[in-house]
């Protein structure tokens, strides 16, 4: 991952621990974005296409499980 897409796990992250499992739901991943990023084409600036965007936040939860169940 390169910095910018780091920076949005951490993000992510802090929610998670703030209020919970939902926030890792792939339903949430566009209001996520805007909240963060403001619009959905200042997200895909920083952290690419929104396929790639999915990909990371897909490809961290399964890290982040995997590590917890391991």
């Not at 566009?30 to 490809?59: C, H, M, P, W």
Request: hydrophobic share 35%; aromatic share 10%.
């Amino acid at each position: 991952m390169n910095e910018q897409q780091r920076e949005f796990v951490r993000y992510v992250l802090q929610n998670y621990v703030k209020d919970g499992v939902d926030e890792l739901d792939e339903k949430k991943l566009s209001t996520i974005l805007q909240v963060k990023y403001k619009t959905l084409d200042d997200a895909q600036r920083q952290l690419g296409s929104i396929n790639e965007i999915r990909t990371t936040f897909i490809d961290f939860q399964q890290h982040l499980y995997s590590t917890a169940v391991g």
